[in-house]
């Protein structure tokens, strides 16, 4: 743990190490140990803010952790829960042995040890350091009986401050974030991510090793991109992208990039099939869905998704009149598509400076271009003939007076005409 999660150490705990270093409050609570002139109450206070900073940068700590500490954390908790059944807190206990007892207090303990700080501490930083990494080891513990855990007088009626449920509750969710099959795809990310062919990259320090990023998402494998409830890891700003083994949980600077992240991932994997139509807003925890308290992990969703309508729903389209519009728009600039074309057939879009007249253009590949045009002004005028040809044919079985074209009807005499003309011409 010391060489995997230095750096998860020194993120969490360096900043209000050096402040205590720094500060040289007094924290003695021993009554024996005052110094002439200090006092207790003031001392307790002092130590009691401390534990209060300490204790909630770790266990706020949680998406920082280290993915390897995670999955072994993981794993000891599952084997522990499998060989000890009768106990429900053994899946707690046995990892807050290993990251309270044997990772966090010994390195408040020493910090020096631990590069926390350049050297060792002076003694009344070292006690106020001792009493805080003992606090913290009981509070990580979840015993039952934390006061009698103390061989001190003194440390057991300094506890009775945290003595609440709610410092209970921040310990396990703390433990149930780094240990849960969830967590091990929970990613914070303070930068932009990379699109890459097809692929979503996460460009965060914790996840780049040289140039290389650790872990990247196919984009064709987002089933979706959905908000996450604060109340599943007591964190703010969080989403998740949804994909086919597991949601992957992350956490944004603020509202507003949490936001842009989810429009921006809905909109390069808006056209993927497989796209839902109902998620789990909340997380996976301890054997169940927050939200709906499914059991299976594999449970369909329990509300309908919001980023975003699904791949697969059924629009109200009507194909002919799309065409026709497709139609009308080649049509209307046929003089345009045909100077293209004319542009791309040209030698001097090959080799010599560009005529004038074709400068407006811009044609990276004048071949494929010309190709694409082609078809194009052929199709069109294909369709042009099909339509006169079905003009020709309607008019031939409809008679003048009739109710599609009545007595006086203008179009109709002057197509007349102009089947006249065409036929004396053709005489």
């Known amino acids: 743990m010391k060489l995997a999660g230095m750096h998860y150490l020194h993120v969490t705990l360096k900043p209000i190490i050096e402040e205590i270093c720094q500060s040289h409050k007094s924290c003695e609570i021993d009554p024996v140990k005052l110094k002439d002139g200090e006092n207790l109450e003031n001392n307790m206070e002092n130590l009691r803010h401390y ?70 501490t002076d003694p009344q930083t070292s006690r106020t350091l001792t009493l805080i990494s003992k606090t913290i080891q009981t509070l990580g513990s979840l015993s039952k009986s934390k006061s009698a855990s103390f061989k001190e007088s003194y440390m057991a009626t300094f506890y009775e401050f945290f003595n609440e449920q709610k410092y209970a509750d921040a310990v396990k969710n703390f433990l ?63 989403f998740q992208v949804i994909q086919p083994e597991r949601a992957l949980y992350i956490q944004a600077n603020n509202c507003v990039e949490a936001k842009d992240w989810i429009d921006i991932l809905t909109k390069v ?47 109200d389209i009507d ?37 004038e007249e074709y400068s407006t253009f811009i044609i990276d590949d004048p071949q494929e271009t010309y190709k694409t045009l082609k078809q194009i002004i052929a199709g069109v005028g294909a369709l042009e003939q099909e339509h006169a040809q079905y003009k020709r044919d309607k008019f031939k079985k409809t008679k003048y007076g009739s109710q599609e074209h009545p007595i006086g009807d203008k179009s109709f005499q002057s197509y007349i005409r102009q089947q006249s003309e065409i036929s004396t011409h053709s005489i």
């Open 319 to 355: 194909g002919d009149r799309e065409t026709e519009r497709i139609y009308s728009l080649f049509n209307l600039y046929m003089n345009k598509l045909e100077k293209m074309q004319e542009a791309c057939g040209s030698k001097s879009v090959y080799d010599g400076p560009e005529q």
């Open 269 to 315: 994997s808006q056209c993927n099939k497989k796209r839902l139509t109902v998620y789990h807003p909340s997380a996976y925890l301890n054997g169940h869905w927050l939200c709906c308290k499914a059991s299976s992990d594999s449970a369909p969703g329990c509300t309908p998704c919001t980023g975003g309508l699904p791949a697969n729903i059924q629009l």
């Open 176 to 238: 149930d974030l780094i240990s849960s099959s969830g967590r091990r795809d929970h990613k914070s990310i303070e930068q932009p991510i990379l699109l890459k062919e097809g692929a979503i990259f996460v460009n965060h320090p914790c996840t780049i090793l040289g140039d290389q990023p650790l872990y990247s998402i196919p984009i064709e494998n987002i089933l979706a991109v959905e908000k996450l409830e604060e109340e599943s890891f007591k964190m703010k700003n969080m």
């Open 51 to 120: 534990v209060d900073r300490i204790f909630n940068v770790i266990t706020k700590s949680g998406v920082s952790c280290p993915t390897v500490m995670c999955d072994i954390f993981f794993s000891l908790r599952e084997s522990a829960a499998k060989r000890f059944q009768d106990d429900p807190d053994v899946r707690y206990t046995a990892v807050s042995s290993f990251i309270f007892l044997r990772f966090f207090a010994p390195a408040i303990l020493s910090p020096n040890l631990f590069q926390l700080t350049p050297h060792h």
